[in-house]
């Protein structure tokens, strides 16, 4: 899959990316807000329109604060179902099975936890899985369109077992707080649950959070 871009934003703000190594939007997955805040001729407006970019793609910085660069409104309207045709996002569904892409990770423990993840979100949801994009393993269909008109698609809840921890979308939110307070060590995005390893974390807890996010990640 060929680099994504970065998003139309003022030339200060991508003139500080270049500056500063950044060369497409992947590469902002993980860095701290405040570090890619902090580069010369970047502002709020420049990390809103990447942090909704990069939201599209799954990825989202580490240690955000959703208030900076937050646009009044933000999406404005999500339905059941893809719109390949009005898909502004590069993430589609494949045809790579989810089992046999995690059981060729390269690492035991993205294996293991991929497998635990797998058969946890398979029960749940009662959905089959799908990859997303070369990563992510996705349940379920949603498009969504922003105030701006931008618009795509994306699975309702999804999760990657990456190399440095997983990553969980779309299971935390409102009425999360008491069962993230009680799940063990974790760090949050905007989007995004990470855990390090699932050995780090109450498995029975994780499962309530993923019934909840499934319950209340439905069209708006």
Known sequence: ??????????????RA????????LAQLDGVRMS???????????GIGALRRAMAEHGWAFAEDDPTVGAV???RVKVTEGRQPE??????????VSPKEWIAALPKPRQRDDGATLLAMFDEVTGETATMWGPSIVGYGELHYVYESGREGDMPRLAFSPRGA??????VHGPGSEEL????????LSVSCLYINKLADV?????????????RTNAAT
Not at 86 to 95: F, K, V
Not at 180 to 187: D, I, P, S
Not at 202 to 214: I, K, N, Q
């Open 1 to 14: 899959m060929d680099p994504v871009p970065f998003p139309r934003t003022g030339a200060p703000a991508l």
């Open 17 to 24: 990316l270049v500056s500063a190594g950044y060369e497409h």
């Open 35 to 45: 570090d890619v805040l902090a580069l010369h001729g970047m502002g709020q407006k």
């Open 72 to 74: 009044q409104g933000g």
């Open 86 to 95: 009005r898909n502004d996002s590069a993430t589609a569904p494949t045809e």
């Open 165 to 170: 921890n997983n990553v969980l979308y779309g």
């Open 180 to 187: 993230l307070a009680r799940l063990g060590k974790h760090r």
């Open 202 to 214: 109450d498995l029975d807890v994780l499962r309530e959070l993923v019934e909840l996010g499934w």
